[in-house]
């Protein structure tokens, strides 16, 4: 069995915690933020009422914009956790948890 309290205290274990960290709460708060943001200016203001193309308002384009925000943050949220992942195979490589039979 592994000893998870020397794992979490080691300096590969704290540096991964603080890179997702790093990562995960400025881009949650920017997806988050921008949901809320749209449902807000569509229900209480007339802001993205205004023509942007023909019949196509300004809705719509942030609406697109939206999907196209969340397909860019989940490719490069999986190229991170690439990363991430080789980071905590390095710090259970340290303590000696590398091989498939340990798990």
Do not use: H
Not at 59 to 68: C, E, N, P, Q, Y
Not at 69 to 81: E, F, G, N, P, Q
């Amino acid at each position: 069995m592994p000893d998870f309290q020397a794992i979490e205290e080691s300096a590969g274990f704290r540096e991964l915690m603080r890179r997702k960290k790093a990562f995960l709460v400025p881009t949650t708060v920017l997806f988050l933020g921008l949901y809320l943001l749209f449902n807000v200016i569509i229900s209480y203001t007339n802001l993205l009422d205004a023509t942007f193309i023909g019949d196509i308002s300004w809705v719509w384009v942030f609406a697109f914009g939206l999907f196209a925000m969340t397909w860019i943050l989940v490719t490069v949220y999986m190229k991170r956790a690439a990363k991430f992942d080789e980071m905590a195979r390095e710090t259970l490589v340290e303590f000696n948890y590398d091989k498939e039979e340990n798990r």
